[in-house]
C-alpha cells in the first residue's frame, strides 16, 4: 500500500509478508523514494508469532539523503483472530521529526485473507531555521552521502566476493543449494566477522550472518553485506528457520565442525530440507593463501621472532619454564599480538624429551639447554617456530644430534617447490635422521600447514596425499627425543612459491660456538 508523506519524503510503501512455519514472524518491506528518485529500500523480520512477543523497536535506518526512516515499532493482540499494529518514525537530520504512519495488519483463523489498513498518517511540518533548511537543502550533497553509505552496505569487498563465489562452485559440484559454516575460523575468512557466536548460511543468492545481540555492532561494522539475522535462542530452531525461509533443499555441513546435538535437532527441524555431509570445502580453500594473508603472518613471524629474542636476552639461571613462557607471552602481546597461537613450550634439560612439554617448575642452569615452541597471533594468523637456547656450554651428545637435526631441516627445506607431495618431504627429513641412528627417536610428522589455525593443511607426515601448491605456507620441525635425557627440534615457517621456496623465519638456526 502507498502512504503519501510529504512532498521532501515522498511515497513510502510498506508490504507485510507472513514467514512460514512455526518461529517464524512477519517480514516488512519497506521502499523510500526521495524527490531526486533515488530509491533505498530494505526488509525487516518482525520477530511475532501469535503474541509470543507483545512489541517492540527496531532500528532501520533508511537513508536517502533528506531523510531517515528510523524505526519500526509494533505491537501485537491476539483474540478471535489477531492483529499487528506498524508505526513508522521518520526524521530529518535538518528539523527532526518530519511524520509518522500506522498502519495495521489483520488476520483471522477464519479467513487466511491478510488485510493491511492504514490507520492514520501524521505529518509535523518543521519550522525555523530547520524549516528554512528543508526549503534551501543541498540535495546533491546529501544524496551523494547516502548513496555512499549504501553503496558501503551493499558491496562484497572483493577478497569476500571471491571467496564466495568459490564457495559456491564448490556447492554446486558437490550438489547441495547451501552451506552452513559454523566453525568460527571458517567464518571469518568467508566473510570477516569475528563474534564468538556465529553462523554463516550461503544459499546461491544470499548470504545470511546468524549471530546474537551482543555481535550486532561487530556484524554491521566487519559484515554489512550480509544479512544479518540476531538469534535469540542460539538454537537450531533459527537456524532452520533460516533454511526455509532460503528456501534450501539440500544443506551442506562440514560433519567435523558440529556436534551431534546440533545435527540431530537441525536434521528434524530443517525437514523437508536433507542436512548432506561436504566436509573440507572452506579448510581445503584455506590451503593456499593470498596475497594479504601471506602479509599478516609475515607480520605474526616478526613479532614471534621480536619477543624471542627479547625474553632470551632476559633469561637467566633459577627462573623456571612457567617463568619464562609468561615472559615470552608478554612481549608478544607488547608488540602487537593478539595473543600466542598456541600455549608456549619451554622445556629445561630432560623435559624437553617431551614434544609437547608443558612449562612446570623447572629451573633453568648452564648445565642444561631450553628448548621453546612459540608463535604470535596477529589478526587472527598464526607463526609457529622452535629454537634451542644454551645458557652454558653445550653437551657433546646434544651437540652432536642438534648437527642431525639440523641437516634434515635443510634438506627437507630445499625441496619445498610446487608439485612435489607432502609426504615426500617427510621422507627426506626422516630418513636422514634415520641413517643417522635416531630414526625410533623422530615420533611426529615433519611440519604442518598454518593459517587462521596452528594446524591446517597440508600435514607433512610419511601418508598424506595432498601435494605443495603455490601459496601453502607449512611448518618444517624435525625433531630427535632421548627420554630422560632431553631432546633437540628446530622450526621454521616456509611459503610455498610459484618456483621453489621461501623462508619466512629469520632467527639463526646454527649451532652455537
Known amino acids: 500500500m502507498r502512504a503519501p508523506f510529504s512532498e521532501v519524503l515522498g511515497p513510502l510503501d510498506v508490504e507485510f509478508r507472513r514467514s512460514e512455519g512455526l518461529g517464524g514472524g512477519f517480514h516488512v518491506g519497506l521502499q523510500c523514494q526521495a524527490t531526486d528518485n533515488q530509491t533505498q529500500a530494505a526488509a525487516y523480520r518482525l520477530p511475532t508469532w501469535f503474541g509470543d512477543i507483545d512489541g517492540g523497536r527496531i532500528p532501520l535506518g533508511i537513508d536517502h539523503g533528506l531523510s531517515r526512516v528510523e524505526e519500526v515499532q509494533h505491537g501485537l493482540s491476539c483474540g478471535f483472530g489477531f492483529s499487528l499494529v506498524v508505526a513508522l518514525m521518520v526524521r530529518s537530520p535538518c528539523s527532526g521529526t518530519l511524520g509518522r504512519a500506522r498502519l495495521r495488519l489483520w488476520h483471522s483463523h477464519h479467513n487466511p485473507v491478510t488485510v493491511c489498513l492504514l490507520a492514520d498518517v501524521g505529518y509535523t511540518a518543521p519550522t525555523g531555521s530547520g524549516a528554512q533548511a528543508l526549503q534551501r537543502p543541498n540535495p546533491l550533497s546529501r544524496h551523494e552521502e547516502a548513496r555512499k553509505m549504501a553503496k558501503k552496505r551493499s558491496t562484497v569487498p572483493k577478497r569476500y566476493a571471491d571467496r564466495i563465489t568459490r564457495v559456491r562452485a564448490e556447492m554446486e559440484r558437490r550438489h547441495v543449494d547451501g552451506y552452513l559454516v559454523v566453525n568460527r575460523n571458517d567464518q571469518y575468512w568467508l566473510t570477516g566477522f569475528t563474534g564468538e557466536d556465529g553462523g554463516v548460511l550461503v544459499s546461491a543468492r544470499a548470504v545470511v550472518l546468524l549471530t546474537d545481540g551482543r555481535f550486532s555492532e561487530a556484524a554491521d561494522r566487519e559484515a554489512p553485506f550480509a544479512h544479518k539475522v540476531l538469534r535469540k535462542l542460539r538454537s537450531p530452531a533459527e537456524t532452520a528457520a533460516e533454511v526455509k525461509r532460503c528456501k534450501i533443499q539440500r ?190 627417536n623422530f615420533n611426529h610428522s615433519l611440519g604442518h600447514g598454518m593459517g587462521l589455525d596452528i594446524h591446517e593443511a597440508p600435514i607433512m607426515r610419511k601418508v598424506c596425499p595432498d601435494v605443495l601448491q603455490p601459496g601453502m605456507i607449512v611448518t618444517v620441525e624435525p625433531g630427535v627425543y632421548i627420554p630422560a635425557y632431553g631432546g633437540i627440534r628446530i622450526e621454521d615457517d616456509v611459503l610455498v612459491t610459484e618456483t621453489g621456496h621461501e623462508v619466512l623465519s629469520s632467527l639463526p638456526t646454527d649451532l652455537p660456538r
Open 251 to 440: 544443506l551442506g555441513y562440514d560433519p567435523g565442525h558440529m556436534n551431534v546435538g546440533d545435527f540431530t535437532a537441525l536434521r528434524r527441524l530443517a525437514r523437508p530440507a536433507a542436512l548432506v555431509a561436504a566436509s573440507g570445502i572452506i579448510l581445503g580453500m584455506r590451503k593456499q593463501k593470498d596475497a594479504g594473508e601471506v602479509a599478516v603472518i609475515r607480520q605474526a613471524i616478526d613479532v614471534a621472532q621480536r619477543a624471542f629474542k627479547k625474553t632470551v636476552n632476559w633469561i637467566r639461571a633459577g627462573q623456571t619454564e612457567r617463568e619464562i613462557a609468561a615472559k615470552l607471552e608478554y612481549e608478544m602481546a607488547r608488540l602487537g599480538a593478539t595473543g600466542p597461537s598456541f600455549p608456549t613450550i619451554v622445556a629445561v634439560g630432560r623435559n624437553a624429551s617431551l614434544p609437547h612439554c608443558v612449562p612446570g617448575e623447572r629451573v633453568v642452569s648452564e648445565r642444561e639447554g631450553i628448548l621453546i615452541d612459540w608463535g604470535a597471533r596477529v589478526d587472527w594468523y598464526c607463526s609457529d617456530l622452535t629454537r634451542m637456547v644454551w645458557p652454558g656450554s653445550i653437551p657433546r651428545r646434544l651437540a652432536k644430534i642438534y648437527g642431525i637435526v639440523h641437516e634434515a631441516k635443510e634438506r627437507a627445506t630445499a625441496a619445498i617447490r610446487p608439485g612435489i607431495k607432502a609426504a615426500d618431504i617427510d621422507r627426506i627429513a626422516r630418513d636422514h635422521i634415520r641413517k643417522s641412528g635416531y630414526g625410533k
